[in-house]
C-alpha cells in the first residue's frame, strides 16, 4: 500500500448504505436471529433446540456489539489516546450473553424477540458455558477491570491467553474426594471471539544468543512459533465504547517437518507442531504456590512476547519516534506472571530499535506498572536460572545485565548502587538481587516486577502496607516511598449487583427514582438508600427480594443435587478457592462444634435455635491434598448433620460441586451471611466479600485484606469481626513452633471437635489425620488461636439474627455504603495516578 489509495474504494455512498447499525426494536431483532437460524447455523425452525436458540441470539448480538466495536477502534485510531493494556494470564469472564445485552440496553427487547420465537430468555442463558480462563480472584478481577475500562469510555486493551481448556471441572466422588475433569469449553463454537487469522506474530524458544560488539546481541536458532489473535469484545455499559481482549493461541509455524514426513517418520513430523499447540492448550490450575514448568514459562514468555509485539506495532502506525512509547502506552502486569515483559521489551528496544542500554531501560520503566496480589512466600514466583537460560538466553543475559547496570543512572550498576547506599551490606545485597543464590540458582521475579516498573501497587491498605514493609522493604528504603501505593480492588457492579439480582436493582432504581444507567455507573449514589432505612414497607420489599433469592438458590440446588434446602433458616455462605490460609477448615470445624452443641441440648432448648443451612464451593489445586482433605471432611460431615433427625431441622451444610462464576451469581445474592475468615495478614484483598455486602449479605470475617475497608465504610456495628490481627500472627506462630500448647488446653472446645473427627464420627477417622495434625502440630494459619473468638462472632450472628427487622437494617446500610468497591473507581485510580490516559467516548 502507498498510503495514497482512495478510501473506501468504489462508490462511497453504496459503502454508507451497506453498514448497519444497533438493531434495538423487537421486529429487527427477531427478523437477525431468523437469519442466523438460517444462514449462520444453517438451520430451520422445526429442528431448532434451545441450545441453536440461543447460539442464534448470540451471534445476533455479536453483530450489534462488532458494530460498536468497529467504531471504537476505528475512533481510538483516529484520536490516537494514549492507551493502557492489562497483561493478565487469566482473565474469569463468566457468560457473555446476559451481560452484553444488559449493558447494550438491550435485554427486554430480546427477551420479547425470543418468546416471540417460541423460546424462553432463561432456557437460553443457561445454555451458555462459562468462559472460566482463570483461578480466582486475580483472573475475576481482570474481568471487573474489563468491564469498568469499557463503561468509563478508557482506551484499555486486556492481553491474555485462549485455553483451549479453562479451569478444570470439579467433580466429587462417592467418598467425598474431588476429582478433575477437563473443560472443554469452545467445543460448541464460541460465538463472542472474532478469529483474527492475519494478526500473526512470530515467538522464539531456544537457540543461541550472541553478544554483538555495540551491546546488542543476535538472538537465533531454535524454536519458533505463530501467535494467532482471537479478539473477545466487551460492550461497555450504556456506552457505544466497545473495547477489546486479545487472546493468543499458538499455532505451528510450519504445518509439520516436511523431510520427516517424506522419509516416512510421521511420528516426528507432527511432533513440533504439537509442541507448539501445547502452549496455550491448558490453564494451570495452581492457586498460590509456583509451579516450575518448563511449558508455564514457554507460556508467559510466548503471551508477553505477542503482546508487545502487538503494541509496537500499533504505536509505530502513529509514526511517533521511539522514545515518545512511554507517551502512548501504559502496561500494566497483573501480578508477576507477565514480568518477561521487561527484557522483552529491552531486547526489542536494544536489539531491534538499536538504542543504548539507558534510554531503553528509561522507556521500559516509564512504561511498566505492576501489581502484587499476594505476601505468601510460597506464591513468589522464581525461575530457575538453567531453565531460563535455555529457553530464553537473551533474556537471561538482560536479567544479569539488568542486576548488575541498571539503577537510576545508566553508568552505576544496580548492585554497585545499593552496595553505595548501604556500604558493606553483604546481606542486604543477597536479599535485593534478582537472582537467588542455591542450587539452582533463581530468577526472583518480584524484584525484577518493582525495579522494571514505574508504580508498584498492592491491591488493598493492609496488604499495600505489608508489600512496603515485608517483601519488597528493602527497595522502599533503597527507591523510596513514593514509588509503592495502593489501589484497593474492586467489583463491577453490572454483572454483581444488576445481572445476578434484577429485582434488588429494580428496588433501588424505584426507589431512587433514577434509570439504573444513573447509579450502575456512580455506585456512590447507593448512599441515597440510606433514609430508606427507617421505611418500613421499603425494608418488607429489601426483606421479600433476599427471600425470593434464597428460593431461587434452593430451586437451583434441587435442580442439580436433588436436595431440598430449607428456606426458612439463615443463608450462610463461603464460597472460594479451598487453600489453608482461606480456612474453609475452621468454617467446617465451627459447623461441627455447632452441631454437637445442638445434640448435646434438649428438645425445648433448640426451640429457640435459628435454623442455619451452610454453603460451601470451591476447587482445590489437584496436587493440593490438604486442601482435597477439608473438601472430603466438608463433605462428610454435611451427609451425617443432614441425617440427623435431632438437628436436622436447624443445621445443614452443601459442597456444591464445581464452583463457578455463574454459581456465585445464585449464591452471593441469597446470603445472609458468608464468611472470609482468613487468617490475618495473609488475604491480599478478597472480591467476593464485596460482591455480598453489595448484594444485602453481611460479613463475618477477620481483619485482613479488603474486610477492613468494608468495616471501615459500612460501620464496624454491621460487620461481625473475630481473631488475632496481623501484628500478633508472626508471634503466635513463633510460639506454636517453640512454646507449643496443647490443643486440649488452649482450646478445649476445638480439641473435643478434632477428637470427633479423629474417632470417625464423620467416616473413617483416620482419613483426616493429615488435617488434623496440621491444627494439633504447627498451626501455621492459627485455627488455635482464633476458634474461640470464631465460636463467639457466630454467636453474635445468631443473636443479631433474631431481631429481622434490625437485620434487615443492617443489610440496607450494607448496601448503600459499598459505593466505594465499584471497580469504576479502582480503575480511574489506574488511569488517573499511574497510566495518565483519558476517556476517549465514542460519539
Ligand atoms: C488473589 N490472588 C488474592 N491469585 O488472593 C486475593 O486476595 C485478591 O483479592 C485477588 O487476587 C485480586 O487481587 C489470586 O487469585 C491467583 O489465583 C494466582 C493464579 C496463578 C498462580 C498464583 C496464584
Redesign the pocket.
Known amino acids: 500500500a502507498t498510503g495514497k489509495e482512495k478510501w473506501p474504494r468504489g462508490d462511497e455512498k453504496v459503502w454508507k448504505e451497506g453498514l448497519r447499525g444497533v438493531d434495538t426494536d423487537v421486529t429487527s431483532i427477531t427478523k437477525s436471529i431468523v437469519n442466523h437460524v438460517q444462514t449462520s447455523l444453517a438451520r430451520q425452525a422445526y429442528n431448532l433446540d434451545d441450545l441453536g436458540a440461543y447460539q442464534a441470539a448470540a451471534l445476533s448480538v455479536r453483530d450489534d456489539l462488532i458494530v460498536n466495536w468497529n467504531e471504537t477502534q476505528l475512533h481510538y485510531s483516529r484520536k490516537e489516546p494514549k492507551r493502557a493494556y492489562y497483561l493478565s ?2 482473565f474469569l469472564m463468566g457468560r457473555t450473553f446476559d451481560n452484553a445485552l444488559l449493558n447494550l440496553g438491550l435485554k427486554e427487547q430480546y427477551r420479547d424477540g425470543v418468546k416471540a420465537l417460541g423460546f424462553s430468555m432463561e432456557d437460553l442463558l443457561e445454555q451458555e458455558r462459562d468462559a472460566a480462563l ?8 481482570a474481568a471487573c477491570y474489563l468491564d469498568s475500562s469499557a463503561s468509563q469510555e478508557l482506551p484499555v486493551w486486556g492481553y491474555g491467553l485462549r485455553y483451549k481448556y479453562g479451569i478444570f471441572q470439579q467433580l466429587i466422588s462417592p467418598e467425598g474426594q474431588q476429582l478433575e475433569a477437563p473443560d472443554p469449553w469452545l467445543d460448541n463454537q464460541n460465538p463472542w471471539e472474532l478469529p483474527r487469522l492475519d494478526v500473526t506474530y512470530d515467538v522464539r524458544f531456544y537457540g543461541t544468543a550472541e553478544r554483538l560488539e555495540d551491546g546488542r546481541a543476535s538472538w537465533h536458532g531454535g524454536q519458533e512459533v505463530l501467535a494467532v489473535a482471537y479478539d473477545v469484545m466487551v460492550p461497555g455499559c450504556y456506552t457505544k465504547n466497545t473495547n477489546n481482549l486479545r487472546l493468543w493461541e499458538s499455532k505451528p509455524k510450519r504445518g509439520f517437518d516436511l523431510n520427516s514426513f517424506n522419509a516416512g517418520d510421521y511420528e516426528h513430523a507432527i511432533e513440533s507442531s504439537n509442541s507448539a499447540a501445547a502452549i496455550t492448550s491448558v490453564l ?1 490450575p ?5 509451579c516450575k514448568l518448563e511449558l508455564r514459562l514457554k507460556q508467559q514468555y510466548f503471551w508477553t512476547a505477542a503482546s508487545l509485539a502487538d503494541m509496537i506495532r500499533r504505536f509505530k502506525n502513529i509514526g511517533k519516534p521511539i522514545s515518545e512509547f512511554p507517551d502512548y502506552v501504559a502496561i500494566q502486569l497483573n ?1 508477576t ?1 507477565p514480568t518477561l515483559a521487561i527484557p522483552e521489551l529491552m531486547r526489542i528496544l536494544i536489539d531491534d530499535e538499536e538504542l543504548p542500554w539507558g534510554a531503553a531501560w528509561q522507556i521500559v520503566t516509564n512504561t511498566i506498572f505492576y ?1 502484587n ?2 505476601v505468601l512466600p510460597e ?1 513468589l514466583e522464581k525461575w530457575p536460572v538453567p531453565l531460563m537460560e535455555h529457553l530464553l538466553p537473551r533474556h537471561m543475559q538482560i536479567i544479569y545485565d539488568i542486576n548488575l547496570y541498571v539503577f537510576k543512572s545508566p553508568i552505576s550498576f544496580f548492585l554497585q548502587a545499593v552496595e553505595k547506599k548501604f556500604p558493606g551490606d553483604r546481606d542486604r545485597l543477597a536479599r535485593m538481587s534478582l537472582i537467588e543464590e542455591g542450587f539452582p540458582k533463581q530468577v526472583r521475579m518480584a524484584h525484577l516486577a518493582c525495579i522494571g516498573s514505574r508504580k508498584v501497587n498492592g ?2 491498605e493492609l ?1 499495600s502496607e505489608l508489600v512496603r514493609t515485608t517483601i519488597l522493604k528493602d527497595f522502599v528504603e533503597f527507591e523510596g516511598l513514593s514509588k509503592f501505593s495502593n489501589v484497593t ?1 474492586g467489583i463491577t457492579p453490572r454483572r454483581w449487583l444488576d445481572q445476578c439480582n434484577p429485582e434488588l436493582a429494580a428496588l433501588i432504581s424505584k426507589s431512587l427514582k433514577v434509570d439504573k444507567s444513573v447509579w450502575l455507573k456512580d455506585l456512590e449514589k447507593l448512599k441515597d438508600l440510606l433514609p430508606f432505612v427507617e421505611d418500613k414497607a421499603f425494608r418488607e420489599e429489601w426483606a421479600a427480594i433476599k427471600q425470593r433469592n434464597k428460593e431461587r438458590l434452593a430451586h437451583h440446588v434441587q435442580t442439580t443435587l436433588g436436595l431440598t434446602v430449607n428456606t426458612n433458616a439463615m443463608f450462610d455462605v463461603q464460597i472460594k ?1 479451598l487453600h489453608e490460609y482461606k480456612r474453609q477448615t475452621l468454617n467446617i470445624l465451627g459447623v461441627i462444634h455447632r452441631y454437637l452443641t445442638l445434640k448435646a441440648m434438649s428438645a425445648e432448648e433448640r426451640k429457640k435455635v435459628n435454623p442455619r443451612v451452610v454453603f460451601f464451593a470451591g476447587k482445590a489445586a489437584p496436587a493440593y491434598f490438604i486442601a482435597k482433605l477439608t473438601i472430603r471432611l466438608i463433605v462428610n460431615a454435611a451427609r451425617v448433620i443432614n441425617a440427623d433427625p435431632d438437628t436436622r431441622d436447624l443445621l445443614t451444610v452443601y459442597f456444591l460441586p464445581d464452583y463457578s462464576v455463574s454459581l456465585a451469581e445464585v449464591l452471593i445474592p441469597a446470603s445472609d451471611i458468608s464468611q472470609h475468615i482468613s487468617t490475618a495478614g495473609t ?5 467476593s466479600n464485596m460482591k455480598f455486602c453489595l448484594n444485602g449479605g453481611l460479613l463475618v470475617g477477620t481483619v485482613d ?2 474486610n477492613i475497608e468494608i468495616a471501615e465504610a459500612v460501620g464496624e456495628s454491621n460487620v461481625f469481626f473475630f481473631g488475632h490481627l496481623t501484628p500478633a500472627v508472626e508471634d503466635l506462630r513463633y510460639q506454636h513452633i517453640y512454646h507449643p500448647v496443647p490443643v486440649e488446653e488452649k482450646c478445649p472446645a476445638l480439641a473435643k471437635v478434632l477428637n470427633t473427627v479423629s474417632e470417625g464420627r464423620f467416616g473413617d477417622g483416620g482419613v483426616y489425620e493429615p488435617l488434623l495434625n496440621t491444627i494439633r502440630q504447627g498451626d501455621h494459619y492459627l485455627l488455635t488461636d482464633d476458634f474461640d473468638s470464631y465460636i463467639g462472632a457466630l454467636a453474635m450472628v445468631d443473636q443479631a439474627y433474631l431481631d429481622k427487622d434490625e437485620w434487615v437494617k443492617k443489610s440496607i446500610r450494607t448496601t448503600a455504603n459499598m459505593g466505594k468497591f465499584s471497580s469504576d473507581r479502582a480503575i480511574l485510580e489506574y488511569a488517573e495516578s499511574f497510566w495518565n490516559i483519558e476517556p476517549a467516548k465514542v460519539p
Open positions: 494470564l487469566e482463570g483461578n480466582g480472584g486475580l483472573g475475576r478481577l494451570y495452581n492457586d498460590h504456590t509456583t501480578d506472571h501489581t496480589h499476594t506464591a491491591v488493598a496488604h480492588n478457592r488475604e491480599a484483598s478478597g472480591t485484606g479488603a
